[in-house]
């Protein structure tokens, strides 16, 4: 996620003296021999910004308060800072990620296999293009589906897709995927399953079984 402060300043004016002329609808503040407009419109926007990004509607005006953004609100997030802020220049992974969550009608097919590309269905490799696009941007999602069409396969798809050589993201941090180990936590139930599927669907995979103490 980002850190995100918005602030309101006003030379070297006390924020008790800001919040009291916002408060008494007072249009200005004086400092030493200076005056500062206070606009009333744009005062109401910084309230209503900060009460959105702090996800609490009885958050009070405060003229400096710091958010933490999640990945999952980063489109949210930019949509509030454009109307209080338009000029302002979001950092270009920022504008990525949120992109990824705005834009979902065009997906980048994952880089499948010919074998991969052959057996699965059509809504099946659009979930595995889905997974992927959220794999490349550093977000995380939940495939759900009924039972017994395919996600475990879906999920193999895309960590094959992960683990070659061209599975580099665009984002700096995602760069290495391919070279990580990847973390497969299921019920024990399943545990032979996903050992079977592993070894008949990617078998260029290394798979290592941890179930009780083995």
């Given amino acids: 996620g980002f850190n995100l402060t918005l602030a309101l300043r006003a030379g070297k004016v006390s924020e008790d003296q800001i919040l009291s002329a916002a408060a008494a609808n007072r249009g ?7 005056i500062y407009l206070i606009d009333a419109a744009k005062v109401a926007n910084l309230s209503r910004a900060q009460r959105a990004l702090a996800g609490d ?28 802020a338009p000029h302002f220049q979001l950092p270009a992974e920022w504008r990525a990620r949120s992109e990824a969550l705005r834009n979902l009608s065009k997906l980048t097919p994952a880089p499948l296999t010919t074998a991969f590309e052959t057996l699965l269905r059509p809504y099946q490799r659009l979930g595995v293009a889905w997974l992927w696009h959220l ?9 759900a589906d009924e039972m017994g069409l395919g996600k475990t396969l ?36 399943l545990v032979e399953n996903w050992r079977r599927e592993a070894a008949r669907f990617t078998p260029e995979l290394r798979v290592f079984v941890h179930h009780s103490n083995q």
């Fill in 28 to 34: 200005y503040v004086e400092d030493q021999g200076k």
């Fill in 57 to 84: 509607a009885g958050v009070g005006l405060a003229t400096r308060r710091s958010h933490r953004i999640s990945t999952a609100r980063l489109a949210e997030a930019e949509a509030v800072l454009e109307e209080i």
């Fill in 135 to 143: 794999a490349r941007l550093g977000l995380g999602g939940i495939l």
């Fill in 154 to 189: 879906q999920a193999l798809a895309l960590l094959s897709a992960i683990k070659r050589p061209s599975g580099v993201a665009p984002l700096p941090r995602q760069a290495s995927l391919h070279s990580r180990p990847s973390l497969v936590v299921c019920p024990a139930s």
